[in-house]
DNA sequence: CAGTGAGCGAGCTTCCGCTTGACTT
């Protein structure tokens, strides 16, 4: 019989707090939000002041029958989900859903899952609070309102199938713009002059890198410069020595964790959200969704103790950090180790690397600073203003630097600060070599995965268990895209003075390449601009912002939570109405031109499944013809010979056992058909190119591999197969495939082995609910 | 690397936030 029921969030977080709380208290996870909107509709009843219609989540119908039974039998149930907004209507959720007495039910709050926190909580048991819940669900109902009703907008307007929301649309609006302010982007370029120098002291050569302070934008302007420099002197003029600190990162959040793990480990948003569950799973980190940056009591005398015992007491200083993140709602501790005296954890090759990130991470914010000296050095040209400048910096005590250094997005090039030599004011030297190079301007910088998150958090948009998976949405529907591309060769001029000569070369470098940046796709350029036109209230950057400060308002009690949205919904509505009525179906149709051959027209445009290229007007009498742009192909720069090479497909290659082999490129790239059977190109085969004897010997391969493929038949049994598949062995029959039991050897099962195997198979899902991708 | 290869007369798609399992050969 159970005394006392704890209901938390996690599983994980439930395991541990049993420990904690003794034989009388039974602690289980209800995994999250257990009720949501109805799918079908809208959910909501707008008439009758948008009534929220719930159902419980299919997939926690289980949980929630498991919860009810052990809740009939428990004198006192505690409600222990997270102190926020949505833990808040989770408690409010499980009292519905498990239909408990709300007055009677106890609800309990802890930041961190130490046990004295558990147990002051269950000290001081309160209420739900009815107005945190609304504002959870005035939260709720606007996200739906605002993505079911600008989607259908969309399969309207645009193609089927797309969506629009409050977070992923700006989301996708941040990459487009950025990516116009790119192709706006003017490179200018100017002379940057480095200069190498000698001073001769004590018998000893020295050397001493210095720039100079202004850069030149014309060629001429350098090489006057250096012809000056030819006859100059050049003495040291002033030395300024000043001390400088640097203080450590605080501890992670999540958006800070998948910023360093995708600079320092390039991990992809995903992965480290996907690794450290595995770690907090294991109990080895602290929760991995969180806003905060706080750290319990705990953490900071373990923190402080290994810190001492590695490095000494002078390398302690305790700090608390505070959240300035937008809309933080703090429920959680920051992502830390377990227990920071484990200075590795085992895992695999990945959880090892995340952990020790997060460890020194940790550490580091319990450190002292780092006490740096400055010295710039300004030396004096006799014939001209300028002046060149000698920086350095030297490590006095190196403090958190000992463990730990936050990496930047770009990382600034050579301007690499190290000791200085010796110097004094006054003394001369002579330039081992001067030298002028073009430098260009730099455009913005594209944005990572991780740095589209850092922006997201910045605005206030999506939260930390939602920033993987948003992003993971704007690349499934297509509006954005992960990829590498290559940079362009450029030149550049480098002018030299040694000695008393000036050369001047000519160089390349290597400029514009990408690795792993965000893009946007045709159809990611086309929904963002007709979103923008015409809904620029919700795309705007601070919408999320301002309907957060009316959420907080609502959980204070000052405004009602379903006024608020209809004082929302209405004007929206007419909008989503207006523009279905007024505006066209986009496309982004252009005239490329005509085809040479024929005189036709030919367009490029997005249709149902995307970018393509249309040869002729649309006319139902004399059908045009259509194909998908290629990958890496887009509306914008497609020209009309490449829109003209799509066109020479499909081809008829010749005959071949009384029927047309035909050549043609299909979703999953070229592919010879043959008999309504298709037989895909080899990577180095052309399809423009290829001939029938090819073809055939295509045909041939793959029939080979199919009869190769079937372990066994049974006459007896029509379509029922043993096959041989990329997981191994299995069974087929009548479309659906079975498993066959371990131990078996698949080429000796008889006939009623089979059906014995199908007959007692569960009636499984068959028919795979959705196609990946 | 098993199957897939549209351009639609039908029916479906879609939001954001909480949480983890999945078994499919």
Redesign the pocket.
Known sequence: MTKNLVIV?????AKTIENFLGKDFVVK?C????R??A???L?VDIENGFIPQYII?P?KKKVISDLKKIAKDAEMIWLAS?E????EA?AWHLVEALGLNEIETKRIVFHEITKPAILEAIENPRKIDKNLVDAQQA??VL??????????LL?KKIK????????????VRLIVEREEEIKGFAVTSAYRVLAEFIINKDNKQILLSAELNKRFKEKQEAIAFLEKCKSADFSIEDIETKPSKKSPAPPFTTSTLQQEASRKLGFSVANTMRVA?QL??SGKIT?M?TDSVNLSKFALNLAEEVITESFGPQYVKTRQYTTRTKGA?E??EAIRPTYMNNRTAEGDHSQSRLYDLIWKRTIASQMSDALLEKTNVTINISNAPEKFIARGEVIKFDGFLKVYMESRDEEDDDNQEGLLPPLNVGETMIPREINAQEKFSQHPPRYTEASLVKKMEELG??????YA??IS?IQ??EYVVKEDRDGMIRKYCQITLQGKTITEVIKTENTGFEKAKLFPTDIGNLVNNFLVQHFNNILDYNF?ATVEEEFDEIAQGKIVWNQMIHDFYFPFHDQVEKTLEKSQKVSGEKLLGKDPATGENIFVRI????P?VQKGDTDPEN?PK???LKKGQSIDTITLEEALELFKLPRTLGVYEDEEVIV????????V?HKSA????A?TDDPLEIMVDRAVELIQEKRK??EE?TIREFPEKEGLKI?N????????YQKQ????PKGKDPGKLTLEDCLKIIHES?P??AT?AK??K
């Open positions: 969030e996690s599983p994980a977080k996870s995994f999250g939000h257990v949501d909107l799918k079908k509709d959910g989540t997939d997270d926020d907004r949505e833990g989770i939260r709720r996200d739906r309102l605002v993505g079911f009703e600008l989607s259908p399969w089927p199938s797309l969506s629009a929301g409050r977070v992923q649309s700006v989301a569950q907090y799973e929760y969704r709602q429920a959680h948009i999506g939260r930390p268990s939602t998976p948003t949405t499934k529907r999320t249709g149902r499944y995307g393509m059908k259509f194909s998908s043609s490129t299909g979703r999953f790239g070229p592919y058909k298709f037989y895909s190109l990577k591999k199919e493929k096959l598949g990329r997981y191994g062995p299995y069974l087929t495939n079975f498993k066959i569960e499984s899902k795979r196609r990946r």
